[in-house]
């Protein structure tokens, strides 16, 4: 007995200051969003309790099931191009590159935009017009002006792109920092084993940068699920919904049309699938690692 | 741990403890006067400038104190997180279009019209936007508006065209614009209209409500006793929507980009010479003045269509909420805003801020006689005899959204059967309607 | 033979400045145009970009500066980032030793826990956590309105706690045990063995905990009440909104808020030094 609380003495004084703060600000508020998904929220009267109502609303709500498709494909695209992408550019930043800092911190500039400044920027570079920039590249390889935002069948595309210009850079940093950590001794053994660049990066780095690669991929899952100010801020769920998430349906539900209560219940909904998506990756991540 | 840890640790608690309470008393600072009212302004940092010149008339005359808060994004769902917590000001001066959700929220006290000094000396149509569906008021308007059309006047008298009054006359001046080169730089960088077509908030509707009246048409129609039904599927609709298909996808002559513009892109496209006809609200004459300029700009009346004129009106309404702590005091403040005083101050910019009074509600006060504009004459004429308001359904803004989608889908798809989608839009409209509880069966 | 080598070797330097110009054109440029439209007399059409300012002008600065008075949204948000960061990081720090170096019963749970904060979307939360900021259970106080309120709950986070984890996880067994060996206590063992050897972790913590800090928005929002305690986000949202004021000062606020998170970026280079000498590739 006194050895499962001594076990627990010194992790709890390191950890007590984090989950106080979480306690208040964030394990309450949840526990209290959760209760509100099971009323009707009202304003000037008390709040109507209905139970699972609001959830079944949730399920049958067609339109949260199509955003929730374009939730899903939005994730699974941004996190896998980013990743590799990242993993590139970090790989680019060794050797020469580093001395060259006018390039390390221009690389680093769309990871410190907001949304909204993000919003502001890819809606000119977007611009539908003829010359607009992206359709001045595009005329260079032959291709016609197209509508980007504006073009229901792409737009989802697009916001992807924007997405990872900002991703991108913001992965990078992590993986710059993973490889800091690896251990040069490493490096050195598979030179003097005759290790050519590729057999380097495929057993020293990359096993080295497992970490990292594991959390830019929990996180852009976490992040990707519950995107929401970047999409807002651009096409607010349009053009004839095709970008539409989950967020910024449950926003016009729930905050538009104050309906807090079934706002709530879809974020619970999404919650739980988060956290089902995060366990299952970190169990198959401690089963391949084993 | 080391000593020196835990005594700072021990100190923590209380040390926390102190410096919230003490922050707590700093910021609560002198809450606690005599006689003050709080009042909540959906207005900028420069409209508030014009409300606090307001507020030191009254506190001259009364002897009141007022507490402004002002807030432009994101107001409603201040008010709301207000009306959750129990924080509800003790007046609220919002948009006319807000009355609706205010209603269905259940946070406002109802209006007694004879209770109202000067009450009598607003404008019927004025009073019409603080109706609830239950028929009983439940705001006092402040100020009044009514949108107006603005055209390149340069554009136009460059292209030797008159002034646009009909919808073929728009048509007309939009495709001269698109393709005649107004600005004669040789390229081919103007358009016609500027649509705020975009699905956020509903703009697509709140934008096409204008052309759906000229056309006859309604986005819901009352059928009396407070119901309504669908009215998108009806040929005036069907005429209005078709219209600005053609628009849009045919003649193209609606800025690019126009099927996601929010209002910011839209006065953007106009400002820059991007587009040279905008229909939009009298708010925009002074920005308008400014840039493109007052000798290259005109304001006119919007156009009339197959039904005849009209366009979206609207206004300012103060409301009370039940929860305030001085109601009385809030009475007073709003019979000086809606007295010929507290009207000729809201409409006049003081020093560096805006009119929070467009159209004054007062039939005593001549608008082109206190800006000394005579455009002004004009919105007024045009609020009198053209202007409609978005249908009293409860909460107008779900219903907004709802068909703001539909419209921005048909119009970005550029729909081969509108007459179908429209039938599937009034589908969702009646779908909408019934859950407000206010379909006619 | 000499021939071949200098041949390859321009045409590597070649190709390396060309990505270099690549990199800088889709990085920076559209920050660059964005920016000039922000020194610009006339207004920009939708989706028009320059490179060069057209009737270059200080002037949508001056108003920012002075009329808007963008230097109090300004001084918000740093007095918030300066002690929001401080506090973030060590926290996390410390949270992060006890999941990464010490076993016992539940630390996978408080770790789900701690990350499951991340899931729920900010926006939801907005309401119950303001009427908790409304009064405090326990305190009974009232942080809404306050610096207080636009700080505590930010110093939990996620992210940094996870990323610091990772990152512990990796430091060798042995050194923690030798020093342990050598008699040092737990806080010795974590202020000198772990932390000097996740440093760039730490930097990286702490350049993003910045940004993350720089650009809230939905808190501050919820907290304050009265535009003098606005932070340079909320001030955005509401600039942006205001139909009365030049497009284009919007995008001077805009620049001014973004200067901050660049010098931190710059001054945080040394943590990234050792992670870009590291030599990995040899070119």
Sequence with gaps: MMRTLRQWLVPALFLAPALLVFTWFKFIPMALGLRMSFYKVNFGAPNEWIGLENFSRVLEDEALGAAAWNTFLYVSCTVSLSVVLALLLALSMQGVTRHIRIIRTALFLPAITSAAVLAEVWRILYAPTPDGIMNSIAALFGITAQGYLNDPDWALQWLMLMHLWKSVPYDMVIFVAGMATINQELYEAARVDGATAWQRLRFVTIPGLTHAITIVIVLGMIRGFRVFAEIQATTGGGPAGATEVIMTRIYKLGFVQFDYGYASAASVVLFVFTALCTMLYLQCRKRLEA | ?441 | MHDCFSWSKWSAAIARWCFYALLLVVFVGPFWAFAMTAFSGVTLQPGELVFWPKSPTLANFHYAWFKTRVWRFLLNSMLIVTFGLILQVSISALAAYALARKKFVGSALVSMLILSTMMLPEEVIAIPLYLVLGNIPLFKVSLLNTHLGMILPLIGWAFSIFMLTEFMKKVPLELEEAARMDGASEWQIFWMVILPLIKPALGTVTVFGFIMIWDQYLLPLIVANREDLYTLPVALASVRADEALPPAVFVAITLIAMLPSILIYLAMQKAFNRGLLAGAVKG
């Design chain 2, 1 to 441: 741990m080391k000593p020196c840890d835990r005594f700072a640790f021990s100190l923590i608690r209380p040390l926390f403890g102190t410096v919230v309470a003490v922050s707590a008393v700093l910021a609560s600072g002198a809450a606690c006067a005599q006689d003050s009212i709080q009042v909540w302004t959906r207005s900028s940092a420069e409209g508030r400038k014009t409300y606090e010149s307001i507020a030191k008339a009254f506190t001259a005359k009364t002897g009141i104190k007022v507490e402004y808060f002002n807030a432009w994004t994101d107001f409603e769902q201040r008010i709301a997180r207000a009306a959750i917590g129990g924080d509800l000001p003790d007046l609220i001066i919002n948009d006319s279009g807000a009355t609706g959700q205010f209603v269905q929220m259940g946070m406002l006290e109802a209006v007694d019209r004879q209770a109202v000094a000067g009450g009598q000396d607003l404008q019927e149509r004025a009073w019409a936007t603080a109706k609830g569906y239950d028929g009983k008021y439940y705001g006092v308007p402040t100020s009044a508006q009514a949108m107006v059309m603005y055209v390149r006047k340069d554009w136009r008298t460059k292209l030797q065209l008159p002034v646009p009054q009909t919808w073929d006359d728009l048509e007309a001046l939009a495709k001269a614009f698109t393709h005649g080169d107004p600005d004669g730089d040789g390229k081919a960088n103007t358009y016609g209209l500027v649509f705020p077509g975009s699905a956020q908030r509903g703009y697509a509707a709140w934008y096409m409500s204008s052309f759906m009246w000229q056309a006859g048409a309604e986005f819901v129609r009352p059928v009396g006793g407070g119901l309504f039904k669908g009215g998108m599927d009806e040929p005036a609709a069907l005429a209005a929507v078709s219209w600005m298909r053609k628009m849009q996808c045919e003649l193209k002559v609606t800025q690019p980009g126009a099927m996601n513009a929010p209002t910011q892109e839209a006065n953007k496209a106009f400002i820059s010479g991007q587009a040279g006809i905008y229909i939009s609200g009298p708010y925009h004459i002074a920005l308008f003045d400014r840039e493109p300029g007052r000798d290259k700009v005109e304001a006119i009346p919007a156009p009339s269509g197959p039904g005849g004129r009209g366009v979206l009106g609207g206004g300012e309404l103060a409301y009370f909420p039940k929860a305030a702590k001085n109601k009385a005091g809030a009475l007073k403040f709003v019979e000086f805003l809606i007295s010929p005083e507290g009207q000729t101050l809201g409409m006049k910019a003081s020093a560096g801020g805006i009119a929070v009074v467009r159209l004054p509600v007062n039939r005593k006060v001549d608008p082109a006689q206190v800006n000394n504009d005579e455009r002004w004459k004009m919105v007024a004429q045009e609020y009198e005899k053209n202007a409609h308001t978005m249908p009293a359904i409860p909460n107008w803004t779900r219903m907004q959204q709802v068909i703001g989608e539909g419209l921005n889908a048909i119009l970005s798809r550029c729909s081969k059967d509108v007459a179908a989608d429209l039938k599937k839009l009034n589908v969702h409209v009646n779908q909408e309607l019934s859950a407000q509880r206010v379909l006619a069966k």
